[in-house]
């Protein structure tokens, strides 16, 4: 256990380094999918490395190992994590558990928040055009979303690069990007190591909706003027669930447009597969590892050696046991005295203490 309970904390921090370089590379939809199972994943992991580590310092607590009946002191031998490490992480655990729920019910409110908007916006069809001279354009997830432009940013494109910017809050809605960007916050929530990873997986949604673009348009040297002017024209984009054609990094995208489309690296998801069954499998030995030591603890306690001071008289119960030189004596004496006792008789049975030989009444 304490090595493997380590390995999906490493597995994170290795994810985390890796995955911003590595990400712009990939061609953009199975790199959002393979980044959406390895937040899943290594956040689960994370979890998993944390409960078992606070794990090991709950369980010595003796009113704990009262009521499941194990040993403590076979515990602190067996387990080799810090009392202190294991109540940090307890803590680190506990945080996590509510930055996740306050994440949760945020991402909840945002998405009845777009969908109120979306009932609320003029006309059926699903683009939307706001008669606002500010430039604005952004996909609203609902049922169904909806595309909301503005005049504003109509009148900053020409035809062509108008069709390659709805093309773009197309894919989104369709590709349903919003749930992408969901899980991903939630999980970086959970471990906050998980951030760079969030931020990578927004890069790659908007790569995603750029390629769809690309290819319903066909030509990409026309979504690449769309996306830099549409860039220009908004300073700040909107918040909440909107998802923006002016996201992520603009130049970076622009430079990918302008280049061929991206190659498929199957090597790159083998390794990201195999890491992620690295995790897997060390979360599973060490919880095993520690049921394992709970399940000789609780034998240790039943077979009769309770730790001392751990019942409720057991300190006194400690404090009157005969050492191992008085009950050496009277045994001594005993079978000096009376050479049929039985435990001066050899044991041919097996039965120990069972097997008592008695005298014939003389």
Partial sequence: MLVNVYVPIVVTVVLALLAPRLAPRLAPRPAAWALLCAALVTAAGWVGSLALLAFTAL????????????????????????????????LVLLTACVACAVTVVRQTRDLRWARRECRRLPGNDQLAVLDDPAPEAFALPGRPGRIVVSRGM????????????????????????????????????????????????CFVLERWADEDAAAGVGDRTVVARAVARAALAVHAGPAGSALAATGGAVPQRVRALLAPPPRHRPLHFVAAGLLLTLCCTSLTDAATDSEQMVEAAQHTHLCGHPDPGSGPHGAAASA??????????????????????????PDHTGLGALCVRHRPNT
């Avoid at 009157?320 to 005295?337: L, M, Q, S």
């Fill in 154 to 201: 109509l009148d900053c494109l020409a035809a062509g690069e108008r069709a390659a910017l709805l093309a773009h809050e197309r894919a989104h809605l369709r590709h349903h990007h919003h749930r992408f960007k969901t899980v991903w916050r939630i999980a970086a929530a959970v471990n906050p190591l998980l951030r760079p990873v969030e931020k990578a997986g």
């Fill in 320 to 345: 009157h046991r005969r050492p191992a030189d008085a009950r050496f004596t009277d045994h001594a004496a005993r079978t000096a005295a009376w050479p049929d006792h039985p435990a001066a008789l």
């Fill in 59 to 90: 369980a010595q607590i003796p009113q704990v190992a009262r009521e499941g009946h194990w040993s403590v002191r076979l515990l602190r031998a067996e387990d080799p994590v810090r009392f202190g490490v294991a109540v940090g992480c307890a």
